[in-house]
């Protein structure tokens, strides 16, 4: 049976989900995100929950091995866009502005490789979303050694100011322990109007997603954090390690 959440949500969702990269650290030739978690590719469980969430707009952003993701995650409900080259977060999901030009409200921004985020936390993401009227929400956890995660820079109460990626940030941001978890629920609008704005004036040379929360700030729009304290919901999946704790994890889940 369906949740209250999940029946609030329905139709007026729009899903992308960021799965160009290679995934270099995994050592092999095959795309990251479609590496098998416990028989299934990476990528099939942010589909799956998208599809939990009832929506029916959802957006795959692709790029190495597009042709092959295509092929193997079977799915005809998908749209399909090519990031190439590839520019970072924020023009990844620049890709997906003509596949959603009819689409007003809420988007969600998944990741390809976090396969473990539950529908009931990305439900609460989005009714935390919904019920502040923000303009961006961001998921976040806490990390004891959070070295090479963004840094969430917070405001007053789950008001943030901006997100500062590693590379970039002072030996003072660095302690902060809440990281980005690169999972947000943001107004369409807003969204595709804030990409417009971003430049990539920063170590990597890059379009960053995290830039549009000081746009939301200086905009005078809300821009929220919702922290997830059990951070292995969130995890990334970049080596194969991660990929052997992630099965770990689930079959540990699918005993209870």
Known sequence: MRSRAHKKIKKELAVVILAAGKGTRMNSSLAKVLHPLCGAPLLSYSVNLARELNSDNIVVVLGYQADLVKELINDKGLTFVLQEPQLGTGHAVMQAREALRDHKGPVLILCGDVPLLSSSTAAVLLEKHASSKAAVTVL???????????????????????????????????????????????????????????????????????????????????????????????????????????????RERKKK
């Open 140 to 250: 976040t956890t806490y990390l004891e050694w959070p070295a090479g995660y963004g840094r969430v820079l917070r405001a007053d109460g789950d008001l943030i100011k901006r997100i500062v990626e590693d590379r970039d940030a002072s030996d003072q941001e660095k302690k902060i322990k809440e990281i980005n978890t690169g999972i947000y629920c943001v107004d369409s609008e807003f969204l595709f109007s804030a990409l417009s704005e971003i430049k990539p004036l920063n170590a990597q040379k890059e379009y960053y997603l995290t830039d549009i929360i000081e746009i939301a700030v200086r905009k005078r729009l809300m821009a929220q954090a919702l922290p997830v304290y059990d951070s292995r919901e969130v995890m990334g999946i970049n080596t194969q390690e991660e990929l052997d704790r992630a099965e770990e994890i689930m």
